[in-house]
């Protein structure tokens, strides 16, 4: 397919042999917004802005919001519900374009007021899911997330209808941060991406998030990408790899070759788009400067790849292809309406997110990382991976366990000598 907008925007960097990269950003004053967008829009590399909205918006708190912007209150987002269109629109004046797309982030379960805020200034692009902006922490039940999705996604798709490009990019690939094994990654994204389809859009992005290994990861976005290719036939779709959301590393050294190793995967797997992290990410907010920095790294950090590392070829017959397939269609096969056969799923427990806590998942399926790195399943619970997975493997894990697996990642990446100063960590000692 060809247009415009955010998809066709990534379409164009990619055939160019960019990668496009992104942060994620938020303030809820105007002046400092619109400060935060034009940096990343003159920072070195290909990039889209990004507009990340408070969390009163998010659960649909807008008299919060409101009386926060009555207050002179910052916000850790901006309100784009509750700025008058006119202040969003000089925000975006001279920065939002064909050359600088801009993407509204948001993390809401209701996003119905986000979705009409955005589009009444002419915004064209969003992200999230009926699934996993309600899992893992979401406060309302599944059938609710799915019903305000369903109609969100509705409308933001009568933007066609008058010329435009409407875009959505799934979170599911992202869902709780760490430790969910990636096939269950895969067929989430896979069925968020096609939930959006079969209500209108026809310009997708499905999202997956660096784990454990990398060459687990290559793997799985093979298999997302071969799962996009059945499902989305003529849509136009890429996929955005994000940075790892788990615990971060606290040193430079450990947040720059994590983020390093997340843009190579990007390359490596054909991916589109990168969703970057900072190195202030493990102690809190990252600044516009240290979101440039990052966004500056990752591009270099890609054009290095994509000059001595080899694209690797899709593998169309990987364990997680194998496991995510299953998932989708044994999704697919219990209700001919998507949003009836997600819930249907949940309920079944055939989709079943480990550790997650939210009563609507059946919370049977666990996890764990074996001594090689690799996410794996220690217990499917209810899941139809019976034949696929090797359940020999099922084992017991215990909270020890655990508590080890969530700090893997940054154990990994941060060097083995690293010293916390006294009442600090190695990045604060930087003055990040």
């Not at 374009?97 to 948001?106: A, I, L, S, T, Y």
């Not at 949940?346 to 550790?355: A, E, K, Q, T, W």
């Not at 990642?409 to 600090?424: I, K």
């Amino acid at each position: 397919m060809t247009g415009g907008g955010f998809g066709a925007f990534v379409r164009r960097a990619h055939r160019a042999g960019d990668l496009v990269v992104q942060p994620r950003m938020g303030m809820s004053e105007p002046a400092r917004m619109r400060a935060g967008l034009l940096a990343t829009k003159a920072a070195a590399g290909t990039t889209v802005g990004t507009l990340t909205i408070d969390s009163y918006t998010r659960v649909g708190d807008l008299e919060s919001a409101g009386l926060a912007l009555m207050e002179g209150v910052s916000l850790n987002g901006y309100p784009i519900a509750s700025h008058d269109p006119d202040t969003t629109r000089g925000v975006l004046e001279g920065a939002y374009g064909e050359d600088f797309p801009v993407q509204v982030r948001h993390g809401s379960a209701a996003p119905m007021d986000i979705f009409r805020a955005l589009t009444a200034v002419g915004l064209d692009a969003s992200e999230g899911g009926p699934v996993s902006y309600c899992l893992p922490y979401g406060r309302i039940p599944l059938s609710e997330s799915v019903a305000n999705w369903a109609r969100s996604t509705e409308l933001f798709a009568r933007l066609r209808e008058d010329g435009g490009h409407p875009h959505l990019e799934t979170f599911g690939g992202c869902m709780l941060g760490q430790l969910c094994p990636p096939s269950l990654l895969v067929a989430i994204s896979a069925l968020e991406a096609l939930f959006f389809y079969r209500h209108g859009l026809r310009s997708i992005s499905a999202s997956y998030a660096q784990q454990t290994d990398h060459r687990q990861d290559i793997e799985a976005v093979a298999a997302l990408r071969r799962l996009c290719a059945e499902l989305l036939p003529d849509a136009e779709w890429h996929v955005v790899v994000y940075a790892y959301m788990g615990l971060y590393p606290v040193t430079p050294e450990g947040a720059y070759r994590l983020l390093g190793r997340a843009a190579e995967l990007a390359v490596v797997s054909g991916s589109e788009r990168l969703i970057v992290k900072t190195v202030a990410e493990s102690v809190r907010i990252p600044t516009v400067e240290e979101n440039v920095s990052a966004l500056e790294y990752a591009a270099t950090a890609a054009a290095a790849a994509r000059r001595t590392v080899a694209q690797v070829p899709a593998d169309t017959g990987s364990q997680i292809y194998a496991e995510a397939s299953a998932l989708v269609t044994a999704v697919l096969n219990l209700a001919e309406d998507l949003d009836q056969a997600i819930l249907l799923a949940f309920r079944r427990g055939y989709l079943d997110v480990p550790y997650c806590l939210h009563p609507d998942n059946a919370g049977r399926s666990r996890s764990y990382i074996d001594a090689g790195g690799r996410l794996r399943w220690a217990d499917i619970g209810g899941m139809p991976l019976t034949g696929i997975v090797n359940t020999r493997d099922s084992r017991t894990i215990t909270s020890g366990e655990l508590l080890a697996s969530l700090s893997y990642v940054r154990r990994t990446f941060d060097p083995e000598t690293l010293t916390a100063p006294p009442g600090g960590n190695a990045l604060g000692s930087r003055g990040g």
